[in-house]
């Protein structure tokens, strides 16, 4: 079982990669996002409760998120491999996983980490914002969650890069999407070889 993290700013097109390493090398996309805005649009007790949380955007506790994590981590689809999107994003929520892992034999082998610098984060977000009449995404909440990012996800990274049997990759995002798609299937292919 391959267990990889994509990791990186919010605007900076883990979403869109996701969709070519889940296609190339068979991993089963969990984007954290998109299921809680999937529990929030049905108005689950779950949705109505991180609701309010994102929508100001900030971080929904670790606790509630690990706990959702672990529950889609048992899903049988999700034997072969993993591709996080979303998770983990602090250092606590990143020392759960790899414990929820230890208790089933795995352990995170690839975190890919997409850089892009923040004025294009924020230009990509307000278009997005536009595109998708996503509420959420205003100037303000951008800069918020993006301040939320270097705050509490960033060094995610670092405690990553310090941890043996983990290798950390990062790839420069700010290019076109095939561009990016192509530096990103090289970083994994490093460590992946025969899982193409």
């Known amino acids: 079982m391959l267990i990889t993290i994509l990791h990186g700013p919010p605007g900076s097109g883990k979403g869109t990669q996701a969709q070519y390493l889940t296609k190339r090398y068979g991993l089963q996309h969990v984007s954290t996002g998109e299921m809680l805005r999937d529990e929030a649009a049905k108005?689950?007790?779950?949705?109505?409760?991180?609701?309010?949380?994102m929508a100001e955007g900030n971080l929904v506790p670790d606790d509630l998120i690990v706990r959702v994590i672990e529950s889609r981590l048992r899903d049988a689809d999700t034997q072969r491999g993993v591709l996080l999107d979303g998770f983990p994003r602090t250092v606590p929520q990143a020392r759960a996983l790899d414990e929820m892992l230890r208790r089933s034999g795995r352990h995170v082998d690839l975190v890919l980490c997409l850089d892009v610098p923040e004025d294009k984060l924020i230009q990509r977000l307000l278009i997005r914002a536009k595109a998708e009449g996503r509420e959420d995404d205003?100037?303000?909440t951008i800069e918020n969650r993006l301040e939320v990012y270097h705050r509490d996800t960033e060094p995610v990274l670092d405690y990553y890069r310090a941890k043996p049997g983990t290798a950390v990759e990062c790839v420069d995002g700010d290019a076109p999407i095939e561009e990016v798609a192509m530096r990103v299937r090289d970083a994994v292919d490093r460590h992946y070889r025969d899982a193409a």
């Not at 108005?43 to 949380?53: C, D, K, M, S, Y």
């Open 138 to 140: 205003n100037l303000e």
């Open 43 to 53: 108005g689950t007790p779950l949705g109505n409760e991180v609701a309010p949380i």
